[in-house]
């Protein structure tokens, strides 16, 4: 079955860095687009990122656009969100997504503050 396993989540503090990470099983990996979103608490579940199957097309939200880098190792069947100057406002829990699937990970609690 369908599997995706997020990690790398923690407290930093704000201006830090943090790598999340997707590990997929359950379907071939490298056929499918896949995103990040993320949900604070008392706020609805948002995109944050998206990329192709072949990592020819990375798309952000606004609010994340030069901080965040998407990426995928499709040989390790892995997506990637690199965090950078990440800000009190990215405090969330972040989802890894396969929408042509329908299927979402766990998510890895992101907490920015001081």
């Known amino acids: 079955q369908v599997q995706l396993v997020e990690s ?14 997707c590990a997929a099983s359950g379907f071939t990996f490298s ?10 608490p008392g706020k609805e579940r948002e995109l944050v990122a998206h990329i192709s199957s072949g990592s020819g097309v990375k798309d952000y939200a606004d609010s994340v656009k030069g901080r965040f880098t998407i990426s995928r ?20 829990v972040y989802y890894c997504n396969a929408p042509e699937l329908d299927s979402w990970g766990q998510g890895t609690q992101v907490t920015v503050s001081s």
Not at 31 to 40: D, E, I, L, N, V
Request: glycine share 12%; no cysteine.
């Open 8 to 21: 790398g989540g923690g407290l930093v503090q704000p201006g830090g860095s943090l790598r999340l990470s």
């Open 73 to 92: 190792d499709n040989t390790k069947n892995t997506m990637y969100l690199e965090m950078n100057s990440l800000k009190p406002e990215d405090t969330a």
């Open 31 to 40: 056929y499918y687009a896949m995103s990040w979103y993320r949900q604070a």
